[in-house]
């Protein structure tokens, strides 16, 4: 039994570091790649899903790797008990916002 729990303990931590080399591929399926290697439940908004990631990880700090990700995509991380879910950060909601104001703006005249 106590080899067992032992087992299990050590299956169930995650990773601390992450080496992933991905020439080009949508977010969602990026965060899948990680989320296998590192055991940790990601997702995506979908504001996020059509956007692309290319990344070189040569044993790089998940957490590192999570916050480069995020600053990249000029979103945040949002965590939850379930899981962690990239969203785009205010700001880029916010100037979207604004753009699409000011094109209705444009077209309403």
């Known amino acids: 039994m106590i080899a067992l729990l032992l087992y299990l303990g050590t299956t169930l931590q995650q990773a601390d570091t992450l080496t992933l080399t991905e020439p080009g591929a ?5 965060l899948h790649e990680i989320a296998e290697r590192t055991g940790l439940p990601l997702r995506s908004a979908s504001e996020l899903d059509n956007r692309v990631l290319c990344l070189r990880l040569e044993n790089f700090s998940v957490e590192a790797a999570l916050t480069r990700i995020a600053r990249v995509l000029d979103a945040e991380w949002r965590i939850s008990p379930s899981a962690r879910t990239l969203i785009p950060s205010p ?3 916010r100037r979207r ?3 699409a104001q000011g094109a209705q703006a444009t077209t309403i005249e």
């Open 26 to 30: 949508r977010v969602p399926i990026v």
């Open 91 to 93: 700001a880029t909601v």
């Open 97 to 99: 916002q604004e753009k």
